[in-house]
Nanobody
């Protein structure tokens, strides 16, 4: 069973950058879809970005052009590079890995963007 541990969250000013990491243990990520989701103070948990097993990426209108999701199958890790952060990006960010009937979530990492 996979375990996911996020890291890299923190507090930044608007316009700043953060890079989140999600390291997996207990299995390999190579055959799974992966994504980042966030829980904001005003929204239910929402999609941030996804990446397929072949590396195809998908973003929302809110994150397109500012965020970049990537995966390193050798290191069993997924990343989220976040640039030009805005106060509305504040929230708890979760990584998710799913496929073959399985669905795993990390514990979340807090991102706070001040204006």
């Amino acid at each position: 069973q996979l375990q996911l541990i996020e890291s890299g969250g923190g507090s930044v000013q608007a316009g700043g950058s953060l890079k989140l990491s999600c390291a997996a243990s207990g299995g390999t990520l190579i055959d799974y879809y992966m994504g980042w989701f966030r829980q904001t103070p005003v929204e239910q948990r929402e999609l941030v970005a996804t990446i397929s097993t072949r590396g195809a990426t998908n973003y929302t209108d809110a994150t397109e052009g500012r965020f970049t999701i990537s995966r390193d199958n050798f290191r069993n890790t997924i990343y989220l590079q976040m640039n030009n952060l805005k106060p509305e990006d504040t929230g708890v960010y979760y990584c998710r890995v799913w496929g073959y009937g399985a669905d795993y979530w990390g514990q979340g990492t807090q991102v706070t963007v001040s204006s």
